[in-house]
């Protein structure tokens, strides 16, 4: 299907979101999908007018949530061995990551943009869910830190529990 964008700059990130997201409703019984599958999905639909090289390395790593950045650091994916799917609420996401979890409507071609509403209906996600809770956890990384600045950290414990009965 030739489908070129209508004078949109289609980021590589929603091509792969939107590929995935057409695998998931052709193929309703299928959870997970392979990088070769969404990139073979992607090219088929042709939204951007050619096939990119980096709509597999997107869907390989810079899409995906549970894997560390470098550098893009999209949630729109989730990895379970080399197979992907769609960000579900509830999956865990690299604390560093906190990209899109979905495309800007007004950055896809319209005939796509209902699908992010699908997206969020049917894996439950938020804007900003995915990530909170680990995330404020994370984010206490080092505090307190300067209480045993330069000090042992065991003699530190002990010090703290003189006196205790």
């Not at 996401?93 to 943009?113: C, L």
């Not at 994370?138 to 000090?151: I, K, S, V």
């Amino acid at each position: 299907m030739l489908a070129i964008a209508e004078d949109l700059d289609v980021k590589v990130a929603d091509e792969v979101f939107i590929a995935t997201a057409l695998l998931h409703r052709e193929r309703p019984d299928q959870e997970y999908f392979t990088v070769a599958e969404i990139a073979q999905r992607a090219a088929r639909e042709n939204i951007y007018g050619q096939q990119r090289p980096g709509v597999r390395i997107h869907a390989s790593l810079h899409c995906v949530a549970n894997k560390a950045p470098n550098p893009a650091n999209y949630r729109m994916l989730f990895a379970v061995g080399k197979k992907r799917r769609l960000l579900k609420a509830g999956d865990i996401v690299h604390p560093e990551r906190t990209g899109k979890i979905w495309p800007i409507p007004d950055e896809i071609p319209e005939r796509y943009r209902e699908m992010i509403d699908w997206a969020k209906q049917r894996y439950g996600l938020q804007p900003d869910s995915g990530s909170q809770w680990l995330g404020s956890i994370m984010a206490m990384r080092g505090m307190g830190a300067d209480l045993w600045a330069g000090e042992n950290p065991d003699e530190y414990v002990n010090r703290l529990r003189e006196g205790w009965d």
